[in-house]
């Protein structure tokens, strides 16, 4: 079983990010996750958005962004403080360990003191996108039950969790 205090997650800085544009799905999550690059392209322009990577000890093995307006995800409001969760994902050589849940265990840690003021953290993700709902699902999220139908991967299902 591989040691859980080993994932962490930490803002993208110079030197996470050449090592973090190595990090790959598989063919078939390209559906669903953009490249890295451009993520971290538009995260450096959008205010608010924090480019975070996944660490395994000092090993990138996952990325994701948090966006410190929910409503940028799904162009709606919440009846409560939200930020959303974009592009997550771990790399594909990591993929089966269960380094998912504990990177999502991680984050919201992390979102404590980074966003103390959050009472929701928001997602989309892709009915289609089993592995990923039922991962998310786990974590404690509940599908709300709403479509979100912008973006490049189609209507996507909108989730959401508590924050402690």
């Known amino acids: 079983m591989p040691d859980r205090a080993a994932i962490r ?28 690059e451009p993520s971290l392209i538009d995260a450096e322009r959008c205010q608010g958005s924090t480019p975070m990577a996944i660490l395994r000890g000092e090993v990138p093995v996952g990325y994701y962004r948090i966006e410190a307006q929910a409503r940028s995800l799904a162009d709606c409001d919440f009846d409560r403080p939200a930020v959303g969760l974009r592009s997550f994902f771990i790399d594909y050589r990591w993929q089966g360990q269960g380094l998912a849940t504990q990177a999502l265990q991680a984050l919201i840690g992390d979102l404590a003191g980074r966003h103390p003021e959050a009472q929701l953290l928001v997602l989309l993700t892709h009915g289609r996108n089993l592995p990923a709902l039922r991962l998310y699902l786990r974590a404690g999220f509940v599908d709300t039950g709403q479509l979100y139908h912008g973006g490049r991967s189609g209507p996507q299902h909108l989730l959401w969790r508590a924050l402690p």
């Open 9 to 36: 997650v930490v803002p993208v800085s110079p030197p996470w990010r050449d090592a973090l544009l190595s990090l790959r799905v598989t063919a078939p999550q390209r559906d669903f996750v953009s490249d890295i």
